[in-house]
């Protein structure tokens, strides 16, 4: 091949990538994105945390959501809650995630799994008069992210496998609602896991980047990494190695499981003075950051949902999977 050949050639390819990255800014608004993270992260709410009228009034949220998409729900149930109850500190919780349904075309029976934990902590301890905790970017910048995906995907129509968006319960109290949700899946159908938390500050990367947990363990990040040239956002592996994220959100769940499951995120763990505080509000963030980081997931994760690409499969330390093994002795 010439060079000039070649020059076209690689121009051509840069131009589709960017007509891509636009038609998707078309289709995720930052108003909409806005919306729900202004309506999850509301005092209405109550800070969400697990078993209070403050989730129950989320969940409500989210499944008006996924009718207005036509999501379906998930394995014929009356509606998109997946109802159960856990005991937890000696009090018996009746808990739920909020799952929808995307069936896909030619694999229909091959899943992707698009989540985010839609609980927080509830109200607490008062600081500067604010008591409630309304977990803005941990995590309703995530549950945002799934709801605009959901919007987006279905109306791309282009999803080969189905996609289940799910809305975790009780991750602030131990993944509770993801560790159940592994236990009624089959675990070898599930393809990939994006999960979402904490997408609303810019990363110490810099704008237009995010990192992604557990990077080197399947080569999800990769995929992810090649749809992403050319476009202007760059993903980058965990910086925070010392914090063990890759355990510490809804994607653990399933990664246990094999399954390629990994979480995005955008925020400086290191110096988020927000994190876990009451001060943790909707203003607090950059809704930009948060809309371009939901295209930039939507653009990097297209050749999974349409059947292209397969990531390989997670494998654990035998020191990993003894410590899942006694964790499950425990519960």
């Not at 051509?12 to 995720?28: D, F, G, Y």
């Not at 998930?74 to 995630?97: H, M, P, V, W, Y």
């Not at 993944?175 to 990363?203: C, H, Q, R, W």
Request: net charge neutral; charged share 25%; glycine share 8%.
């Amino acid at each position: 091949m010439n060079m000039n050949k070649l020059k076209n050639t690689a121009m051509a390819v840069a131009t589709l990538l960017l007509v891509s990255c636009t038609a998707t800014s078309q289709k995720i608004k930052e108003k909409t994105v806005k919306k729900h993270l202004y309506t999850l992260a509301s005092d209405d709410m109550e800070g969400r945390r697990a078993g209070t009228p403050g989730i129950e009034k989320a969940a409500q949220y989210i499944e008006g959501e996924f009718e207005k998409v036509g999501l379906t729900t998930f394995n014929g149930a009356d509606d998109f809650r997946q109802s159960f109850k856990k005991t937890i500190k000696g009090k018996e919780l009746d808990l739920f995630n909020v799952i929808g349904v995307l069936e896909g075309k030619s694999k229909k029976d091959e899943y992707v799994v698009i989540s985010a934990h839609y609980d927080h902590l509830g109200i607490g301890k008062s600081v500067d008069g604010d008591s409630i905790y309304n977990g803005a970017n941990d995590d309703a910048s995530g549950v945002a992210a799934v709801l605009a995906l959901a919007d987006y995907f279905k109306k791309k129509d282009i999803n080969e496998r189905s996609i289940l968006f799910v809305a975790f319960t009780a991750e602030e109290m131990g993944l509770v609602g993801s560790n159940y949700f592994g236990t009624t899946v089959d675990a070898d159908k599930i393809v990939a896991g994006i999960n979402i938390e904490m997408i609303g500050k810019t990363p110490s990367f810099g704008p237009n980047t995010a990192w992604l947990t557990g990077y080197e363990r399947s080569d999800f990040g990769k995929i992810v990494q090649k749809n992403l040239e050319g476009t202007g956002y760059v993903l980058h592996p965990d910086p925070y190695k010392k914090f063990n994220l890759f355990f510490r959100s809804d994607n653990a769940s399933l990664a246990r499981l094999g399954v390629p499951a990994h979480t995005f995120s955008t925020s400086p763990i290191d110096t988020d003075k927000d994190y876990h505080q009451a001060s943790d509000n909707p203003e607090t963030l950059d809704v930009g950051v948060i809309t371009e980081t939901i295209k930039a997931i939507a653009v990097g994760t297209t050749s999974m949902i349409d059947g292209t690409d397969t990531p390989t499969r997670v494998q654990l330390t035998d020191e990993e999977m003894n410590r899942r093994k006694k964790k499950k002795k425990s519960e």
